[in-house]
């Protein structure tokens, strides 16, 4: 992870880079359902992350989505962009409710003394895709908090390949009271 403290118009913006294996902490995913790859950056002020997916040829749903035509499925491009927001959901609550110092998770020794995180669902989603991605293409997840309401976070995502927009929208998640202790 880096840490980078940027000036912008005469005040500090703190940008936040992850990499994969502390993308992995702050998800419950594993394997093959492990979207993201790192974070590019996250701004805690602006409350706008961006992380990214690189799409191997390899991928089983990349095999196994379309006979003929390696393709990432487009159902899998959501559940990027849900998992883009997890991460900075995640990372916001265990700063307020814990205390996390966001400038020390490129630590791993650091991580394992957090507490564990609660379990996030996706509540709603309204996206609209009009292209698709495929092996060696590098997806963008770009998500920023629009609405919050006590449990629940309303984002505006973006995907990305390269400078295209391939899908575009708003994702709803929550933490509901049943998967917690």
Known sequence: MTVDIEAVQGNAKLVVRLDAAA???LLPHRDV???IDGVNWYNPMERHLSAFKRIATSEFSVRG???GRALFPRSMVIEGLAQACGIMMNMERMRDLNGTDLLRLDDVYYRRELPPIPLSVLADSTIKQYA???PGDTLEFEVKVSLQRQEFRYFKVVARVEDSVIADGTILLSYPSYFQD
């Open 33 to 35: 359902m492990a979207l």
């Open 132 to 134: 698709h991605a495929g």
């Open 65 to 67: 989505y379309f006979p």
């Open 23 to 25: 993308c992995r902490d």
